[in-house]
């Protein structure tokens, strides 16, 4: 029942979002705060319904373990997330449609760097969202993206226990201006990798970083765990 309940979801926000996206493109002087509203609680109701193709990429529900496979509970693939696919892409073709619209450009930039990540397409994904970045600095979608994206690249690393590999990765989200979140993320993990070198000190000084500059309090409370953990073995 869950499984047909999951289905019926993704099924009506495809249809309604392909309806809205091409309602954009014939009538550009739409209601857009009116339409942010509408796609924000059809996502809510996603991720609520736990389709992992279409939940919100929430910065702050990213796995503290950065040895969690991101992809260990994706659905396998199959007809219905094949047919989700296709429609994605057809999504993806009208949002770079929009691009000309200064109104709508920001939002479909951003929808096509989020839309080319669930398609599990991360190399684009990564592009569009550093290209983002490069426009408009700051902006929450494509640092999620690029996060996330960045965040896989160093769980492949660990693999193989690389640890430099990892944190390179890491510092590659600092590359670029980022919200605050990601940025907090790479610092985060990079303390991590320290940690498991075994370079405490080192360690300390990401996790500080995030103490002395980030605004966003999960991330301030979970570096300062590892701070006093860290200073509780001395």
């Known amino acids: 029942m869950k499984k047909v309940i999951k289905v019926v979801v993704i099924v009506i926000f495809l249809a309604v979002i392909t309806k809205q996206v091409v309602g ?15 796609i924000e609680k059809l996502e809510f109701n996603l991720a609520a319904a736990g389709y992992s193709e279409a939940k919100l990429l929430i910065m702050s529900d990213i796995e503290d373990d950065p040895q969690f496979d991101p992809n260990e ?3 396998k693939p199959s007809k219905d997330k094949v047919k989700a696919n296709k429609t994605i892409a057809r999504l993806i073709s009208e949002y770079e449609g929009l691009q000309h619209n200064p109104k709508l450009r920001q939002k479909s930039v951003e929808e096509v760097a989020v839309l080319n990540y669930r398609m599990d397409n991360h190399d684009v994904a990564s592009i569009k969202a550093k290209e983002v970045l490069g426009e408009y600095p700051r902006s929450l979608p494509a640092s999620t993206v690029l ?12 693999k193989d226990q690389d640890y430099d590999a990892a944190i390179a990765a890491y ?5 670029y201006p980022v919200a605050s979140g990601a940025e907090a993320l790479s610092n985060y993990f990079i303390g991590k990798m320290y940690e498991r070198k075994l370079d405490s000190k080192q ?5 500080t970083n995030i103490v002395d500059e980030c605004a966003e309090l999960g991330w301030v409370e979970r570096a300062q765990k590892r701070i006093d953990k860290i200073n509780d073995k001395k």
Do not use: G, R
């Not at 954009?24 to 509408?38: A, C, F, R, T, W």
């Not at 994206?149 to 769980?155: I, R, S």
């Open 73 to 75: 509970n994706n659905f």
């Open 171 to 175: 510092e590659e989200i600092q590359e």
């Open 24 to 38: 954009l493109s014939n009538n550009p002087s739409i209601d857009y705060d009116k339409y942010i509203q509408s």
């Open 147 to 158: 996060a996330m994206c960045q965040h896989e690249k160093a769980f492949q690393a660990l």
């Open 203 to 207: 360690a300390l000084v990401y996790y």
